[in-house]
């Protein structure tokens, strides 16, 4: 079974811009999840997805969107980019809402604003 | 949101065993405890997790204390594949479903 795959795996942009990150999950699993990674704040939760609903969210600015297709893929879009969103974005994947499931991890898109 | 406390580095000799310890003082009761670790350069990876009761699986054992206030993550031997940041999860199953990372255990071990 393939594992998590997140498109592009790097990526440059300027400031102002905008992106839009994808990844496909595990297939069968309805759940995913996104993570922004920073050497200054670790891992921190961005929002998870669920049967095309998002159904948590973090504390990040509304800068920061995602959504879910029907087939399970997700996608998540940073506009107006800044210095700080420079940073490593990882997308898991679970069966169900990632509570009491194991996720699994993608391979994350590098991102760098410049 | 329950917060997991870590200690910044550890170091093992191959072959031997590792605890690697999580405090979790404000956990709830339908708090999950995962954990989770992250090679270098790559996505995190899960290891195992559990409610109150100790589990064991093929990579790993998780012994939590009986007030559920700290766990253990015990690698019965540690090989050089094992060296990674070890991170420790509450995960709450009874409505926000979030994951809250803490900074994670650097594990090194020494060949």
């Known amino acids: 079974k393939a594992g998590v795959t997140q498109t592009p795996r790097y990526l440059i942009k300027t400031r102002g811009q905008q992106v839009t990150l994808s990844c496909s999950p595990i297939?069968?699993?309805?759940?995913v999840s996104w993570y922004q990674q920073t050497p200054g704040q670790g891992l921190q939760f961005l929002f998870e997805y669920f049967s095309e609903t998002q159904r948590n969210k973090g504390n990040f600015p509304g800068r920061f969107s995602g959504r879910q297709f029907s087939n399970s893929r997700s996608e998540m879009n940073v506009s107006t980019l800044e210095l700080g969103d420079s940073a490593l974005y990882l997308c898991a994947s679970s069966p169900r809402l990632a509570g009491i499931d194991e996720q699994f991890f993608g391979p994350g898109t590098r991102l760098t604003v410049l | 949101d329950a917060k997991t406390t870590q200690p910044n580095s550890m170091e093992s000799n191959e072959e031997e065993p590792v605890h690697l310890p999580c405090n979790h003082s404000?956990?709830?009761?339908?708090?999950?405890i995962h954990w989770y670790r992250q090679l270098p350069s790559q996505g995190p990876e899960y290891v195992i997790h559990?409610?109150?009761s100790n589990v064991n699986n093929r990579m790993a054992s998780l012994a939590i204390a009986e007030d559920r206030k700290s766990s253990t993550l015990i690698l019965h031997r540690a090989t050089l594949r094992d060296a990674a940041v070890y991170y420790c999860i509450l995960r709450d199953t009874s409505g926000t479903y979030k994951y809250i990372f803490g900074t994670g255990t650097r594990l090194k071990v020494l060949a």
């Open positions: 297939s069968g699993h309805r759940s």
């Open positions: 559990g409610l109150t």
């Open positions: 404000t956990i709830s009761g339908t708090d999950y």
